[in-house]
């Protein structure tokens, strides 16, 4: 098992920046993939981003791509996502997510393929 403990959200006004944090623990060695979904009031959950955990070059949609980064600290099993120049499209629950290595094109972008998430954590952007 692993268990995923977010933090960071809030509320921030547009073209401001917050920084997701996103704590590992348990059976980590069983991860993968870290990505973070997000998701709006009456809206599926949707990709954002996602990071190999042993290396390797990160990934995310196109809407947050220059204004996004998504980093990990092994040492401290915590990935992270920064994120500048938000705009109130951003507005919503941010969720963590962890999970095995999968095969195909785009994988680490299916919720579907992620057995670990955390709690979520709101994140409002005001215009």
């Known amino acids: 098992q692993v268990q995923l403990v977010e933090s960071g959200g809030g509320l921030v006004q547009a073209g401001g920046f917050l920084r997701l944090s996103c704590a590992a623990s348990?059976?980590?060695?069983?991860?993968?993939?870290m990505a973070w979904f997000r998701q709006a009031p009456g809206k599926e959950r949707d990709f954002v981003a996602a990071?190999?955990?042993?290396?390797?070059?990160?990934y995310y949609i196109d809407s947050v791509k220059g204004r996004f980064t998504i980093s990990r600290d092994n040492a401290k099993n915590t990935v992270y996502l920064r994120m500048n120049s938000l705009k109130p499209e951003d507005t919503a629950v941010y969720y963590c997510a962890a999970g095995p290595y999968c095969s195909g094109g785009g994988c680490y972008a299916t919720a579907g393929r992620y057995a670990y998430w955390g709690q979520g954590t709101q994140v409002t952007v005001s215009s």
């Open positions: 990071i190999n955990w042993r290396g390797g070059m990160p």
């Open positions: 348990g059976s980590t060695f069983s991860i993968y993939y």
